[in-house]
């Protein structure tokens, strides 16, 4: 299992890398859908997620130090920082960090826990965590040089990520997490269906894979896409999913509007 997710990891970051590697200077300045957020600014952040993900394996005491010591993430300024680099400098930095977060990955024990922001989880919950992160950000480089990327069987990855966060989507957003289970049904690129929960689960959730992952990465908003629910509950929770850890993002606005 892991083998198969490192692979998918290896082959978003190398869609991604497509999408970058010849641009100009003025290419990487190109804004993005996030506000404040250039082309530059997404593979800084990637880049800067991949070294706290090697540090939390290499020396997960001085990765625990720092967090206990700063209150911000840092997310923001990592992302700042790293797009003052030279296009040239940032593509390297973002390769070579990923390269070696990938062997980091495939070395470490597999029941092992390795600490984060949030609950320490295992290798291959930080590899998926890493597949959705790069395919988010990756949707946002792809939305800002007008390319519509074709979905791969790899957003199975991002949609058992955003139903597994459910009650996450809940908490973070200090609400109760509701005690009755939400059946998700979901149309693969290829035409088959992902499926999760009871198959007689009064509330549901259906659609595309893609419009999933694209509604619990909130890259878009839940009027663009055709995601349908049923049951109080499962309403509820299209409008507060997030398949990311931190505090609830502020989403994207219809385009309608």
């Known amino acids: 299992m892991r083998t198969e997710l490192l692979a998918d990891l290896h082959a978003e970051n190398a869609d991604l890398d497509s999408l970058v590697a010849d641009l100009d200077e003025a290419g990487w300045a190109t804004p993005t859908p996030a506000p404040g957020w250039t082309i530059a600014h997404q593979i800084a952040h990637l880049a800067w997620t991949d070294d706290r993900s090697n540090l939390a394996i290499d020396d997960p005491d001085e990765f625990v130090r720092q967090?206990?010591?700063?209150?911000?993430?840092?997310?923001?300024?990592?992302?700042?920082?790293?797009?003052?680099?030279?296009?040239?400098?940032?593509?390297?930095r973002w390769r070579a960090g990923r390269d070696r977060l990938q062997a980091a990955l495939a070395a470490a024990p597999a029941d092992g826990r390795l600490v984060w922001y949030g609950p320490p989880m295992k290798p291959a919950s930080m590899a998926t965590a890493r597949i959705m992160e790069t395919w988010a950000h990756g949707q946002d480089v792809a939305d800002a040089l007008g390319v519509e990327r074709e979905p791969t069987?790899?957003?199975?990855?991002?949609?058992?990520?955003?139903?597994?966060?459910?009650?996450?989507?809940?908490?973070v957003n200090e609400l109760p997490v509701?005690?009755?289970?939400?059946?998700?049904?979901?149309?693969?690129?290829?035409?088959?269906e992902w499926a999760w929960g009871p198959e007689n689960a009064a509330d549901r959730v259906s659609g595309p894979a893609l419009d999933f992952c694209l509604l619990v990465t909130q890259r878009r908003h839940r009027d663009d896409l055709a995601i349908?629910?049923?049951?109080?509950?499962?309403?509820?929770?299209?409008?507060?999913?997030?398949?990311?850890?931190g505090a609830p993002g502020s989403g994207r606005a219809p385009t309608g509007s």
């Open 153 to 171: 069987a790899r957003l199975r990855h991002i949609a058992h990520l955003g139903v597994r966060t459910f009650g996450f989507s809940f908490s």
């Open 67 to 92: 967090r206990r010591e700063s209150a911000d993430i840092g997310v923001d300024a990592g992302a700042a920082e790293g797009a003052r680099a030279k296009p040239g400098e940032l593509l390297a």
């Open 228 to 245: 349908t629910a049923v049951g109080d509950d499962a309403r509820r929770w299209l409008t507060i999913a997030q398949a990311f850890a």
């Open 178 to 192: 509701p005690d009755v289970p939400v059946r998700v049904e979901l149309r693969a690129p290829d035409g088959g």
